[in-house]
């Protein structure tokens, strides 16, 4: 017994003399601390341009402050141009918090790997930021526009993907996942998009959308909308609101929002007779009425049941419509190979080499299945007297 207390004690004492000093430690004033990145291209030169939003912290009056500046360098490759920003400041970048990185739409339809390479081989970037891609003309300008005022741009973008499942319509992917779906087989990448918004005379940020890609090149673009069906398909729908206007109810036109509870997507390929391969999509999502405009009450269960068959309506065919573009950039954006190679890895060994001549052609059936959990705290809508 007492062997073993003083075997702990000498391993606590070795632990504590390691930890004591670190090899490259390095003092606060040294280092340039990133928050954010964005990449472009020269058209002229070829170079790459990137943008790093950083921080200081300063000590004023007991009291410290937090400063942000953005800056640009450029380099033939990704690790030149962040080398070369210590011939600029005689500061390291410092990229343990770093959030989001973004990337200019040239670079991203070009071919998005150097970027990612970078990132894979650099042991201080962290792979947990998020992608997004801009829909500007650079991706720099994201990272240079004005927020509220000792606001950062780039935690206030991973503020809105932190809350982003309340609405559903842009992808959370972080870059490890985007890099694993880039190297998976039977799925393609996407990513989300941003650009700026006008408001209150400012331009700032917005989160809105996904880019498709097919390989490490971007093809095209999903909206709001056609996002949200691409995460019913990948089974990450976690809220939302669903609008339906004009359901005609006991002769009325009657708007109503339904919040999206929760949902889940079962993703299933079936070989018919034929040798047509089909997937059938089952969607279940339990829903809230979240607000409602007729004199109806949307408590009656006639009503509900009217409002489920319109929105299931309106759901499958936007869903279709998303299938069709994706289908038609060539980008399983879906992930309906992996389905194939893991419900049927036989016939994914037979298919897989032909996957981009078959997979346009891919029928789906959709079952899309809707239930009102209750219509909200109020059982009866407002009345207004005389």
Same mark, same amino acid.
């Given at each position: ?13 070795? =632990?504590?003399?390691? #930890?004591? /000093? ?6 606060? $004033?040294?280092?340039? %601390? &990133? ?98 891609? =801009?829909?500007?003309? #650079?991706? /720099? ?6 927020? $509220?005022?000792?606001? %950062? &741009? ?45 408001e209150n005379g ?34 990450k729908i976690k ?17 109503? #929002? ?91 060994k037979q298919i ?35």
């Amino acid at each position: 017994m007492k062997k073993n207390k003083l075997m702990l004690i000498l391993i606590v004492v070795i =632990s504590l003399l390691i #930890t004591v /000093g670190c090899w490259n430690y390095r003092e606060i $004033e040294d280092l340039a %601390i &990133v928050t954010g990145a964005a990449v472009d291209m020269d058209p002229k030169t070829g170079k790459y341009i990137v943008t790093v939003e950083l921080i200081s912290p300063s000590q004023q009056q007991k009291e410290t402050q937090i400063s942000t500046t953005t800056m640009t360098i450029k380099g033939r490759t990704i690790f030149g141009a962040v080398r070369n920003f210590i011939e600029v400041s005689g500061k390291k970048l410092y990229w343990s918090h770093a959030r989001v990185i973004i990337i200019s739409e040239e670079i991203a339809r070009k071919n998005i790997a150097p970027v990612l390479d970078w990132v894979k081989r650099d042991a201080e970037v962290r792979t947990d930021m998020y992608i997004l891609v =801009s829909r500007e003309k #650079t991706a /720099g300008e994201i990272l240079e526009s004005k927020v $509220e005022l000792g606001k %950062i &741009v780039s935690y206030q973008l991973e503020n809105a993907f932190k809350s982003g499942e309340s609405i559903s319509k842009f992808p959370r992917v972080q870059l490890r996942h985007f890099i694993n779906d880039l190297s998976a087989n039977g799925k393609s990448a996407v990513a989300a998009t941003v650009n700026l918004k006008p408001e209150n005379g400012k331009k700032v940020p917005q989160i809105h959308g996904a880019a498709v890609f097919k390989g490490a090149k971007q093809v095209g673009w999903f909206n709001g909308y056609e996002t949200r069906s691409l995460l019913w398909l990948r089974d990450k729908i976690k809220g939302g609101a669903l609008v339906e206007e004009a359901i005609n109810i006991e002769g009325r036109n009657v708007n109503t #929002t339904l919040e999206i509870y929760e949902g889940k997507t079962n993703v299933k390929p079936v070989l018919t007779d034929e040798g047509e391969i089909i997937m059938n999509v089952d969607i279940h999502s339990d829903v809230t009425i979240a607000e409602f405009d007729g004199t109806i009450k949307p408590s009656e269960k006639d009503v509900q049941n009217k409002i489920e068959r319109e929105i299931k309506k309106d759901i499958k065919k936007r869903i279709k419509v998303t299938i069709t573009k994706a289908q038609a950039y060539g980008s399983d954006a879906f992930g309906f190979g992996q389905a194939i190679e893991r419900e049927m890895p036989d016939l994914w060994k037979q298919i897989e080499s032909n996957w981009d001549e078959i997979y346009p052609q891919i029928g789906v059936k959709i079952n899309i299945g809707i239930h009102i959990r209750g219509s909200g705290l109020a059982g009866k809508n407002i009345e207004v007297g005389d």
